[in-house]
Nanobody
Framework: QVQLVESGGGLVQPGGSLTLSCVVF????????MGWYRQAPGKQRELVAA???????NYRDSVKGRFTISRDNAKNTLYLQMNSLKPEDAAVYYC???????????????WGQGTRVSVSS
């Protein structure tokens, strides 16, 4: 298992932007699938975006067109660029190494501490 450390969360107004970072202690280039989950208070953790090593990206419908997942192999870092943030995007965000099970993704590593995103005016 790799160790993952998230950062970049904070308080932003509706319509604002944030970029989350996840440093991979290991080689991100050796990981086939990576993604970002989020968990809002009282809700289940949900997969927001996933990325394959070959560059294929998938997004949850509610964030399509607003969020962008990307990797920087040289920095061993996974990013989540979030634009046009809405109050319903507020949650703790976690990055995760994934595995593909049929057409779905499942978490593969241990959960990190996450980074909190708050969206409020």
């Amino acid at each position: 298992q790799v160790q993952l450390v998230e950062s970049g969360g904070g308080l932003v107004q509706p319509g604002g932007s944030l970029t989350l970072s996840c440093v991979v202690f290991g080689s991100i280039d050796s990981i086939t699938y990576m993604g970002w989950y989020r968990q809002a208070p009282g809700k289940q953790r949900e997969l927001v975006a996933a990325s394959t090593r070959s560059g294929i990206k998938n997004y949850r419908d509610s964030v399509k067109g607003r969020f962008t997942i990307s990797r920087d192999n040289a920095k061993n870092t996974l990013y989540l660029q979030m634009n046009s943030l809405k109050p319903e995007d507020a949650a703790v965000y976690y990055c995760m190494e994934l595995r593909r099970v049929n057409s779905d993704y499942e978490p593969l590593s241990s959960w990190g501490q996450g980074t909190r995103v708050s969206v409020s005016s």
